[in-house]
């Protein structure tokens, strides 16, 4: 096979992290353009996965051409992708708001909820009128925390809706533009006030190389039971301050330093650091195991909806641990009924690992194994 297309493929299913080199994830998204008008349902899915990988504006810019395809599944992938890809994937969610598809309509203005997305107010004009009751009520719903006094207007005649919901929503609705009720800020989100301060980092003077004897810490980490780490991550963090081990992930991640990764993200969850968020996730397609276990308990800990999609491509991670971990993330991070709609995707699940991981998020017990121990299988 054309090593182009082995990356691509190996791209598209997660397997390798996307490349940063600029001539071939042009190449990539310019062979995902071919597929765009294939008769090939798995071809265009599998383009869709490949620039939502690659990501930021060029990703997403080729990821908003396929939402105009004819397959629901093609679109609702885009959805995904837009959301994975955080702030440069607003656009592709807003533009999801005139789909023909309901649940496309409103899988979309969930996101945009969770992200009190302003932005997408001029649509919600048009969705107050939509035929759908369901939609009608979500879109006031969303008016009412995005908007300004400007939209009450555009709100009174759902006031008299003939659907109950509807007249609800629209009712809340109009008390928060007139600012008896507080409009929601948004969930950590890329772009957000949070991440901004991450993305601009007072400089840190760190010791280049590291030195062997925190090297050798972390590569401890890598290799213990999650029940044994608090005492190396003791050490570690009396060794450096919060912000000093932010920077190492920022000097680190990605990075062929795996063990650093996985030091950093245990000592992100231990520390409440929600501000290492957006470095963490970069590391969820690392092809070693155990930095895509600790970075997904990580974020089901102190991620938000900017992470969802990245946890959940790795349900279909070969690896057992990994398909578990990501499962007890979900349950964090996810309502009920949007984490059982991901967790579907597992089908006919055998690996005691994951049954033991479900059985937990439901309260249950089906072993006494120690799912955390020993090695990724």
Known sequence: ???????????????????????????????????????????????????????????????????????????????????????????????????????????????????????????????????????????????????????????????????????????????????????????????????????APEPIPLPDPLPEALDELMRTLARVAESDRKAVLDAMTAAYSPSQMGMLIRKTAPDEDRPLSVGAAITGRALGRADWVVALRRLLPDEDPWVRIAVCDTLGDIGGASVVMGVKNLLVAPQPAVRASAVRALHKLCDPRERDRYLAELGDEASPQVLDALADIRGESTSEADPAGGEPA
């Open 1 to 199: 096979m054309d090593p182009l297309l082995e990356k691509y493929e190996a791209v598209g299913r997660r397997e390798i992290p996307p490349p940063v080199d600029y001539n071939l994830y042009k190449r990539l998204l310019a062979h995902a353009r071919r597929f765009e008008k294939s008769d090939d349902l798995d071809a265009r899915l599998l383009a869709v996965d490949v620039c939502g990988a690659i990501g930021g504006h060029r990703g997403m810019y080729v990821v908003r051409d396929f939402l105009k395809d004819a397959d629901v599944a093609v679109r609702r992938r885009c959805v995904e992708a837009a959301v994975a890809d955080g702030e440069t994937g607003l656009p592709v969610l807003r533009a999801a708001l005139d789909d023909a598809d309901e649940g496309v309509v409103l899988e979309a203005l969930s996101w945009l909820r969770k992200a009190a997305d302003r932005g997408s107010a001029g649509a919600l004009r048009r969705l107050v009128r939509h035929p759908s009751a369901t939609v009608r009520a979500a879109a006031a719903e969303l008016v009412g925390h995005v908007a300004g006094p400007g939209m009450t207007a555009a709100l009174r005649p759902l006031l008299t809706d003939d659907d109950e919901a509807v007249r609800t929503s629209a009712a809340e609705a109009v008390r928060r533009l007139d600012g008896e009720l507080p409009q929601a800020t948004p969930e950590l989100w890329w772009g957000n006030e949070h991440d901004a301060e991450y993305a």
